[in-house]
């Protein structure tokens, strides 16, 4: 293929994705909308003008089964939003269908340059027959009716028009709303008036005239039907300096019109040449993660750079006094410190993305598991616009979406089982999403049959996952639904049975510095929250020293720091711990968790520095909501650290989450507290495992 | 300049498709001498761009986001400034009685989406008074 053609694959790849995003959020929004038995007209029009854009894209870079397709549902859209076909639920099913076979066709173009073996002709059949249905007839009316020059009237599109007689059709009353705005600022205070009608009606036109007298300005006729009175569209219209003028000519009912607003002003004057930019408007840019990923590289070699500038321009201060030289350091240092700050913090609002960028693949899926489990779920979700970092977003896709699979296939009861217990039949998957501090939470609920703990337990036994006599707390219970190989699930079905399984969400979630819990209630529902880092690019950590190594704690984790004597250390069935404000706080000595070689101490239990000074240094952290402290010898301050990934030596140990370097060349591990944490208890419930 | 010569234009595309935008761009440059391309992403951007120079052609989508093409042409049409500049509607067949329209309120030529570079040589070339490159 010719370097014009991969670029143009590309980019055809890249603009049909998002196209087919958009479409897929407003087909679930007009599913919604029929729902609720008020389809909005924007939205069918919205929904062609999508399938519209695939179409012309697709046909210029002769794919013709995408072509093809998009040619009919334009065709059948094109129908639907002019009234000549009834919105129904079977549309909306085409309508699936047809994003589905749309991005299996895009997904092989992006794979292997061509459209592969997918047959559409079985769906254009389906598309072609709905498209064969009539609307009912409805009461005739005509543009007539309205006070309309034949300018106007004119320059109407055909779909317009059709919502023009559509709003007579439901007697509501037509004005013309003609409004004035600065060159410059037009568009931004264009939008503030159609949103503010559009609450109240529909804007169904925007017919755009010239200054005249005023070369500064540009004016708009916005037609708008709405079932207000005229005085109410003038209070609407009002803050925005707008006349209005109503354009029926025969009344429906009582609508009180308004007198007629001052005319237009002529075009008289020549329009004054602005000095705006000639190139395209645009002003987003699409970039490669990679690309992004090479300057956060770059961004981190910076931050060393300055931890080292800052530090030489201590030393040289303190060294040789206030020279001018060391002053000229300092500041040159400070100066930078700030730039690179501001350099990180730009890189990384660069890689944000809202979350909702993935609604609407899990929407699609749990169509299809329910449709395929025969249920019926109500999909909701919230904080779309909640951001995380790109590389976040894309690894967590598939965990929500097996965690919603989960909740469709074991939460969610049948709608007869649903009926049996005093439930709608339809039941309800949320996803949630919401930032807490640096981190962003997710909850996956549904309103099912929750989690029966004695069914964990008794599954848990068979599986040699526990011993039948093990004490274990309700939420010990629930936790177990985590552990590698666990299944509940007394038939494997179709789809939850299949892939991976719960244990492999929590060591994806783990993988990005993310904890889950789960929280259930038997008979009412199951929530799994998710916490996760905004990015994994920088991080804020705390350094500490434990046997005789410095390792990095992610200040996210780190709750607060004490200082406490080896006296105040208990012990609890042989294990340390520390009697915080009435909390048994459970103590982790780095340096035994990680096998160090042991410091020398009268005690035993205590570094030489710890021994030397009498004290200790006892760090809380926290993954969701377990804490724990941990003993170390000695705070060495915070700092920002770019993480890098472990080499194969160390991948394997718990706790870890990778390496960072300091300014002095030196490596540090920094740790992964939610897998610390859960390692350490694994081992304190180690007893209750049987042995093989 | 010779007669021979064409002289310089400034085309104005208003097409919403970052993709579609690219290739009339790249079709009109590689196709025609002496061309100056400047693309709008929507109506209101071309509304912003139209008094900052002399265009010898406007090319437009009809479905567009904010304004459509109708609407842009009217604005065109009505405009002493602008009322002479030639207009190319690039539209779907979905779109034909719309084309149909702005074909009567004062556009000059309309193109079938898709279309390929031949094609919109020939419907470009007239309306920029030149003859089309054999």
């Excluded at chain 1, 854009?53 to 093809?68: D, N, R, Y």
């Excluded at chain 1, 009461?139 to 007689?165: G, M």
């Excluded at chain 1, 329910?370 to 965990?399: H, Y």
Aim: net charge negative; with cysteine; charged share 25%.
């Amino acid at each position: 293929m010719s370097r014009e053609k991969e670029t143009a694959r590309r980019e055809f790849v890249s603009e049909a994705e998002e196209i087919i995003e958009a479409l897929s959020g407003d087909v679930a929004g007009f599913e919604t909308g029929l729902k609720a038995g008020a389809v909005k007209p924007a939205v069918v029009n919205k929904i062609f003008r999508e399938v519209h854009s695939l179409k012309g894209l697709a046909g210029m870079l002769g794919f013709e089964k995408v072509s093809t397709l998009s040619h009919d549902l334009e065709d059948l859209l094109d129908r639907l939003r002019l009234g000549k076909i009834p919105p129904s639920h079977g549309l909306v099913n085409i309508l699936f269908e047809s994003i589905e076979l749309l991005n299996q066709l895009v997904a092989s173009i992006s794979r292997q340059g061509e459209e592969g073996e997918v047959d559409v002709v079985p769906l254009t059949s389906q598309i072609h027959t709905l498209a064969m249905q009539r609307a009912e007839a409805a009461e005739d009316v005509s543009l007539d009716w309205l006070d309309l020059d034949e300018s106007t009237r004119k320059s109407f599109t055909e779909y317009e028009e059709h919502r023009l007689l559509e709003n007579l059709r439901q007697q509501n009353a037509i004005y013309g709303v003609t409004v004035g705005f600065a060159f410059d600022v037009f568009d931004a205070e264009l939008k503030k008036v159609t949103d503010a009608l559009n609450e109240e009606g529909e804007v169904i036109s925007t017919l755009p005239s010239s200054g005249g007298a005023e070369p500064d300005k540009i004016f708009f006729r916005l037609i708008f039907a709405s079932n207000l009175p005229g005085d109410k569209v003038e209070a609407l219209a009002a803050p925005f300096g707008g006349g209005v003028q109503p354009l029926l000519k025969r009344a429906f009912g009582p609508p009180t019109l308004p007198a007629p607003p001052p005319p237009v002003p002529e075009a008289e004057e020549t329009l004054g040449v602005g000095d705006a930019d000639l190139k395209s408007i645009s002003s987003t840019v699409r970039v490669d993660i990679q690309k992004l990923d090479a300057v956060m590289n770059i961004v981190g070699e910076l931050v060393l750079s300055k931890t080292a500038l800052l530090r030489l321009s201590r030393q040289a201060a303190s060294e040789h006094g206030s020279t001018p030289l060391a002053f000229e350091l300092v500041k040159a240092a400070r100066t930078l410190d700030r730039k690179v700050a501001a350099l990180q913090a730009s890189i990384i609002d660069v890689r944000m993305v809202p979350i909702g960028q993935i609604f609407n693949k899990l929407s699609r899926a749990a169509r299809k598991i329910s449709a395929r489990n025969r249920k019926k779920i109500d999909l909701r979700f919230s904080g779309g616009d909640t951001e995380l970092d790109k590389v976040m977003i894309e690894e967590i896709t598939n965990p929500f979406l097996h965690l919603i699979r989960n909740a469709i296939d074991h939460g969610v009861e049948s709608p007869e089982g649903r009926r049996e217990r005093g439930k709608p039949e339809e039941g309800v998957v949320e996803l949630k999403a919401y930032q807490k501090g640096n981190s962003v939470v997710v909850e996956i609920s549904d309103d099912g049959s929750g989690i029966r703990p004695e069914r964990i337990r008794e599954a848990a036994v068979q599986q040699d996952i526990i011993v039948p006599d093990a004490e274990l707390t309700f939420d010990e219970c629930i936790n177990l639904i985590f552990k590698p190989g666990f299944s509940s699930a007394k038939m494997v079905s179709d789809i939850s049975g299949r892939g991976v399984g719960l244990d492999v969400v929590k060591a994806n979630i783990m993988r990005l510095k993310g904890s889950i819990q789960v929280h259930s209630e038997p008979g009412q529902g199951t929530t799994f929250q998710i916490v996760l880092p905004i990015t994994l690019a920088i991080l804020q950590v705390l350094l500490v020293e434990s046997g005789g190594k410095r390792f990095a704690i992610p200040l996210t984790s780190v709750s607060e720091s004490l200082r406490i004597t080896p006296e105040q250390i208990k012990t609890v069935e042989h294990r340390e711990v520390y009697h915080l404000r009435d909390q048994t706080l459970p103590l982790i000595r780095l340096e035994r968790f990680f096998n160090l070689a042991a410091p020398e101490s009268p005690s035993g239990t205590t570094s030489p520095a710890a021994a030397r000074n009498g004290r200790l240094f006892v760090v809380v952290v926290q993954a969701a909501e377990r804490r724990a402290g941990l003993v170390v010898e000695r705070l060495a301050g915070e700092q920002e650290v770019v993480i890098k990934s472990i080499g194969t030596t160390l991948s394997g140990l718990a706790g870890l989450a990778g390496v960072c370097e300091l300014g002095e060349n030196e490596l540090v591990l920094v740790l992964d507290i939610g897998s610390l944490l859960e390692g350490v208890l694994e081992e304190r419930s180690a007893a209750a495992a049987p042995t093989t | 300049m010779t007669p021979e010569t064409p002289h310089a234009a400034s085309i104005l595309i208003a097409e919403d498709s970052a993709p579609m935008r690219n290739f009339l761009c790249a079709a009109l440059e590689d196709r025609l001498d002496d061309v100056e391309v400047v693309t709008a992403e929507s109506g209101f951007a071309a509304l912003r761009l139209l008094p900052s120079r002399s265009f010898q052609l406007l090319i437009t989508d009809i479905n567009m986001p904010d304004i459509n093409g109708l609407e842009l042409i009217h604005y065109l049409r009505e405009n002493e400034h602008y009322r002479h500049i030639p207009i190319l509607i690039v539209s779907t067949e979905a779109s034909e009685e719309d084309r149909k329209r702005g074909l009567a309120l004062g556009a000059d030529a309309y193109l079938n989406k898709p279309f390929d570079p031949e094609a919109l040589e020939s419907a470009v070339a007239p309306l920029l008074g030149r003859k089309e490159k054999s």
